[in-house]
């Protein structure tokens, strides 16, 4: 998404995505080209950061001429801010859900009534409150969540754990100001779900808010872990994609590093700790990103045949938005029926 994640990938020895450089119209201003191994079997492109440039990129990638990715698969492969709950800094995650956190009514958190946890609740809902708990939302765009193929997730976990991840004393030495795992742990590999949203946040208040939000949007199955600003927006992009025939949703993975905790520790402020805090993190989630994800790209690139890459690693699950766009024998597990379609 940003230059820091595309320099994670450069100077590998497996490959080399800098032997063709293609200008690619309606890419980012600011990474207009994508960067293919000579035989372009793996490719990379950088979006911009946040969710206009994210959706713009990625719709551009599938128009554009230079590409045939009907069988191709997608590793969105970023760092973001994670729940001290679920991960350490450092650690890579993979998503089955995504949820989009930004898409709901918001009030400053200083004229909410009393009794309300956050500023946010979901669009066209009852206020929750005693009488009436969180509700879903009354109105719905399409874009508030997604479900991936859960199977090439787990297989993705399954590949990154072969990974040794890297840590830093600096990110043991701010982990250790949590007096509870995993967040004074070292990183590792984990399985759960990540939320988009444009604005950077802290503190518990919203972490907890937009945890409640991603159960109810998933049924009770999601568990948010993740923060970044993209993926709500690419998934989007991907979506109509594979709706043109351009691409298999189905093959979609997303790997997030944790660079920074979505809260601060016990006596810190929530603005010292956005603002001004020596993480730690960020240096060993780079990193991690290519030391985890190589070995993704490498199981698909070897094993294309013999591991079922190209026929496609069947889901096992429904896959898609909360609208049903892909259609298919299965039906959403994520949504509820009977809300008004905007």
């Given at each position: 998404m940003f230059d820091s994640e595309e320099d994670a990938w450069c100077n590998i020895p497996d490959f080399n995505i800098l032997d063709q450089n293609l200008t690619i119209p309606g890419f980012s201003p600011l990474f207009p080209d994508a960067h293919c191994t000579v035989d372009g079997s793996v490719c990379q492109m950088t979006t911009g950061q946040g969710e206009i440039n994210a959706a713009a990129s990625m719709t551009a990638l599938w128009m554009s001429d230079c590409f045939h990715l009907r069988s191709t698969y997608f590793l969105i492969a970023g760092v973001g801010g994670v729940n001290p709950h679920i991960a350490a800094t450092g650690s890579v995650t993979f998503a089955r859900y995504a949820v989009q956190f930004d898409l709901q009514y918001e009030f400053a958190q200083s004229q909410v009534p009393a009794n309300a946890s956050s500023g946010y609740y979901p669009q066209a809902a009852e206020y929750p409150d005693e009488e009436n708990p969180r509700d879903y939302p009354g109105e719905i765009y399409g874009t508030e969540a997604f479900e991936l193929n859960d199977n090439l997730k787990k297989r993705a976990v399954a590949l990154a754990k072969r990974a040794t991840l890297n840590d830093t004393s600096a990110a043991q030495t701010y982990r250790s100001k949590y007096p509870y795992g995993p967040a004074n742990?070292?990183?590792?590999?984990?399985?759960?779900?990540?939320?988009?949203?444009?604005?950077?946040?802290?503190?518990?208040?919203?972490?907890?808010?937009?945890?409640?939000?991603?159960?109810?949007?998933?049924?009770?199955?999601?568990?948010?872990?993740?923060?970044?600003?993209?993926?709500?927006?690419?998934?989007?992009?991907?979506?109509?994609?594979?709706?043109?025939?351009?691409?298999?949703?189905?093959?979609?993975?997303?790997?997030?590093?944790?660079?920074?905790?979505?809260?601060?520790?016990?006596?810190?402020?929530?603005?010292?700790?956005?603002?001004?805090?020596?993480?730690?993190?960020?240096?060993?989630?780079?990193?991690?990103?290519?030391?985890?994800?190589?070995?993704?790209?490498?199981?698909?690139?070897?094993?294309?045949?013999?591991?079922?890459?190209?026929?496609?690693?069947?889901?096992?699950?429904?896959?898609?938005?909360?609208?049903?766009?892909?259609?298919?024998?299965?039906?959403?597990?994520?949504?509820?029926?009977?809300?008004?379609?905007?």
């Open positions: 742990l070292p990183p590792t590999v984990v399985a759960c779900d990540t939320g988009t949203s444009n604005n950077f946040f802290s503190g518990s208040v919203l972490g907890n808010a937009f945890a409640a939000y991603t159960k109810l949007l998933t049924n009770g199955s999601g568990t948010y872990c993740t923060t970044q600003q993209e993926d709500n927006a690419t998934l989007e992009a991907l979506l109509r994609g594979h709706l043109a025939g351009k691409l298999d949703f189905h093959r979609i993975i997303i790997m997030r590093t944790a660079s920074d905790f979505d809260r601060a520790p016990p006596d810190e402020t929530e603005v010292f700790h956005l603002l001004y805090a020596e993480q730690g993190g960020y240096g060993p989630s780079l990193r991690n990103l290519y030391l985890a994800g190589v070995e993704i790209v490498r199981d698909v690139v070897g094993e294309w045949e013999k591991g079922g890459y190209r026929k496609g690693v069947e889901a096992g699950n429904y896959v898609g938005d909360l609208l049903n766009s892909l259609g298919g024998e299965r039906e959403p597990d994520i949504g509820t029926e009977g809300i008004w379609i905007h």
